[in-house]
Every structure is written in C-alpha cells, then in structure tokens.
C-alpha cells in the first residue's frame, strides 16, 4: 500500500527535441525518431534531424543537469548485414545514400555523438540497440509488418508479402523491451553499450503471416508486392551481452505476443 502521504507526479510535455529543452531530470530515455520505414521516409530531412539534433540537444541536457542519458538505437545499424546472428562489435553495412539512410545513419551519429559526449564530457551513457519490437498499442496505421499483417488479416484482406518473404527479421514483445531498456538505465556506469536488444528467433515473413492468419483466423490469401529498396534480407541479434551484463533475455514466444497484439487490434478495429 502506498504511504498516505505520497504524491505521484507525471508532467506531460508536447516538444520537438530538434529544438533546445530546459527541464529538471535525472535520467532521460532518448526514444525520440518514426521508426517504421513508411514513416521515416515520409520526411526524411525531419528524420535525419530528429536523430540528430534531437540527440544533441538531449545529451546537453543531460550534461547541464548531470542525468544519466539512454539512447535508442537500432538493429538498421548494421544495414543489410553480411554476418549472422550480428554481435555488437560488428560496424554493419549500411547505403549512406539510400532511402533508409535518413534513419540508419541518423542513428549511426546519434550514437557517435553519445560516446563522444561519454569520452569528452564524462557523461552517464546508455546505448541500446534496438530489433524489430511489436505489441499492443501500435498504430493500425503504423506501417510496420506485424501491425499491416494482423490488421489485414482481421479486416479478411490479402497479407501483403513484399519480395518472396523469405527474408527474415527476429521480432521482439514490448514488454520484454521494456524490461530490457529499465534494466540498462539501472546498470553499473561503466555499461555504456551498444547492447543489442530482441528476441533472437529467426522467422521469414511468409512464417510470420502463416502464424498470425492462424491465430487471428479468417481467410486470407497472401498477395506478393515489390521488395522495397536497401531491405535487409535476414537480421538477428546476438544477446550474449545483454544476456551477461543485464542478466536479460526475452521471455516472451512470438505466438504468445502475437496473440496479445491480435487481441488489442480486433478491439480497436471494432470500435
Ligand atoms: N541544450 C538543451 N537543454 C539544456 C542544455 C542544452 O536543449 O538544458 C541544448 C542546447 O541547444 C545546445 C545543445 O543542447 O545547443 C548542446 O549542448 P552543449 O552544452 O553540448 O553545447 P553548447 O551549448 O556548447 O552548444
Ligand atoms: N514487409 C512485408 N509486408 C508489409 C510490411 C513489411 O512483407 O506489409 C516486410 C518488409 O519488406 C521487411 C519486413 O517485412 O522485409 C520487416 O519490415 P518492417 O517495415 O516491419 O521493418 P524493418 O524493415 O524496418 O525491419
């Protein structure tokens, strides 16, 4: 039971971290960038200052307050990777001028300018790089393929395949995320990271749709689109250090998660 006495208090703010913030806080997550490609690509200058800009005006906040600062970075850092699973220590692939490059490089210098922030101002650091993550809450409009998938399916539509399907991502449940990121902010300051965050089973897309059409049920078909440009063909994370530093790994099956996140979106398409 809580003391009689306490007072719980949560500020909400509207603001564009590519502009200058003054606050009082001692520890920032740094979650601030569109990550779902259709988004990302919609203003990919915006994109590119959001990881930017964004980051340095948060590291100097956090630098003028002395807080503890994590950043969310990304498995597109390491591009179309050319190893597999992808431990931290590899540079990746990466097109610097692509139409995922806003995103993939935004990020990339995000995390350059929070280990120079880290080795020239002494600053508490985090950095966690981040794998494919779903679950309830996501936009039906997101753009993302667990959310077009689930929502195609309930609404009876074809899933829509782009390629063969058979590049593969390794899909992460929100909760299991969380846990990891709060994690992290606790750990001792001389974990900076980069640490990968995800859940390393491996599944195609043309899996992927096979399990969500059996558990949101229905009749679709699958209909094959183009393949967008620079998209990666497999991806997995290596958690040998999240797992030893962090003592965390996912705890959440995809079939598990997937039925929680079919249940959010057949309540919110209902509605
Ligand atoms: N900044 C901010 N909030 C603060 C302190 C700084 O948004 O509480 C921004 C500010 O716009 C600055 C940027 O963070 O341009 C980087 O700050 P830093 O102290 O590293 O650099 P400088 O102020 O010397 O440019
Ligand atoms: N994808 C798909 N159908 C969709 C949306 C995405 O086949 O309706 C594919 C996409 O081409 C990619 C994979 O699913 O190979 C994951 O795409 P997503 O946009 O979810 O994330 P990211 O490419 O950033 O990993």
């Keep these: 039971m809580l003391p009689t006495c306490s007072i719980i ?41 959001t990881s930017v800009h964004g980051a340095i005006n948060m590291l100097g906040l956090a630098k ?16 179309d990777p050319e190893i597999h699973p992808q431990p931290e220590s590899y540079w990746g692939k990466v097109n610097p001028v692509g139409i995922r490059s806003c995103y993939d490089e935004g990020k990339r210098c995000a995390e350059t300018l929070f280990f120079d922030y880290h080795r020239q101002h002494r600053m508490q650091i985090k950095v966690v790089r981040i794998f494919n993550t779903y679950g309830p809450r996501m936009h039906p409009d997101d753009g993302r393929v667990v959310s077009n998938f689930i929502c195609q399916a309930l609404q009876g539509k074809d899933l829509t395949i782009y390629g063969d399907g058979a590049q593969t991502r390794s899909f992460c449940y929100v909760d299991d995320l969380v846990e990891g990121m709060l994690r992290m902010m606790d750990s001792p300051p001389e974990l900076t990271g980069p640490v990968n965050m995800g859940n390393p089973t491996e599944f195609s897309m043309l899996e992927l749709a096979e399990k969500i059409i059996t558990i949101a049920g229905g009749r679709s078909q699958l209909c094959f689109k183009p393949l967008p440009e620079d998209d990666p063909r497999q991806r997995q994370q290596d958690i040998t250090l999240a797992e030893k530093a962090l003592g965390w790994s996912p705890k959440v099956s995809l079939e598990e998660g997937l039925r929680e996140t079919v249940a959010y979106f057949r309540r919110i398409l209902a509605k």
Excluded: W
Aim: glycine share 2%; hydrophobic share 40%; aromatic share 10%.
């Design 64 to 79: 003028r307050v002395k807080a503890r600062i994590l950043q969310a970075s990304t498995s597109e850092v390491y591009g």
């Design 9 to 49: 208090l949560f500020e909400l703010m509207r603001h564009d971290v590519t502009f200058p913030l003054y606050v009082e806080v001692d520890r920032i997550f740094n979650l601030a960038c569109p990550a779902s490609p259709i988004h990302y690509q919609h203003d990919p200058v915006q994109t590119t200052k």
